[in-house]
């Protein structure tokens, strides 16, 4: 089973730019979270999408944005980025289901520069 | 409000020597994941345990084993006679009962020396 995959791995992008960032789930999966890692925060949960819906989302600016398309595959937009956006966004899928607690499966990452 | 305390920002100990990494967290939910991840260089989190609150046995797999103890808000990693390809960082995690709004801990970052 293919895991989860996320595009590009690497992006350096200017001030002032915007940026979509892309996640595959594994298949099956229904449920795609973000989160945001940087040495001084930590991993921050960004915000969760099940069935296209925004089921989740943490305490970011609204210049963070997401979607889910009926593949289940996500996007994530930072428009007018800045410097303090430079991370590693990792993207998890799981099955979603609100049964029991599933543990989330990682991407590799995209890791984020903004010069 | 949420919150997993990983006291621990670095641990260097040599290869063969256990060691244990520390996680406490607080919750006001009564029903709760508890999870560990580890974090290689390569930047995947990989998933290693997930506890149930309800569920505090002590769990070994391997040389890996958790101990779970809710009187102290405690789910503690416990890795026996280390190695090299242990070197990663391990970040414990809490969610709530449907396994969502997770929360992690700052990350404890584990070098095992040849």
């Known amino acids: 089973k293919a895991g989860v995959t996320q595009t590009p791995r690497y992006l350096i992008k200017t001030r002032g730019q915007q940026v979509t960032l892309s996640c595959s789930p594994i298949?099956?999966?229904?449920?795609v979270s973000w989160y945001q890692q940087t040495p001084g925060q930590g991993l921050q949960f960004l915000f969760e999408?099940?069935?296209?819906?925004?089921?989740n989302k943490g305490n970011f600016p609204g210049r963070f944005s997401g979607r889910q398309f009926s593949n289940s595959r996500s996007e994530m937009n930072v428009s007018t980025l800045e410097l303090g956006d430079s991370a590693l966004y990792l993207c998890?899928?799981?099955?979603?289901?609100?049964?029991?607690?599933?543990?989330?499966?990682f991407g590799n990452g995209t890791r984020l520069t903004v010069t | 409000a949420q919150k997993v305390t990983q006291a621990q920002t670095e641990i260097s100990v040599v290869e063969k020597e256990d060691v244990t990494l520390d996680c406490v967290y607080e919750?006001?939910?009564?029903?709760?994941?508890l999870f560990w991840y580890k974090q290689p260089p390569s930047g995947e989190l990989v998933f290693l345990i997930r506890?149930?609150?309800?569920?505090?046995q002590n769990e070994i797999s391997g040389r890996y084993s958790w101990n779970f103890q809710k009187s102290t808000s405690s789910f503690n990693f416990t890795i026996t006679a280390s190695q090299v390809v242990d070197s990663a960082v391990y970040f414990c995690?809490?969610?709530?009962?449907?396994?969502?709004?997770?929360?992690f801990g700052p990350g404890t970052r584990l070098s095992v020396l040849p």
């Open positions: 919750t006001r939910d009564t029903t709760y994941y």
């Open positions: 998890a899928s799981s099955l979603g289901e609100q049964i029991q607690g599933p543990p989330l499966h």
């Open positions: 995690a809490l969610s709530d009962n449907y396994g969502q709004n997770f929360v």
């Open positions: 999408y099940f069935s296209e819906t925004q089921r």
């Open positions: 298949s099956g999966h229904r449920s």
């Open positions: 506890r149930n609150s309800f569920d505090e």
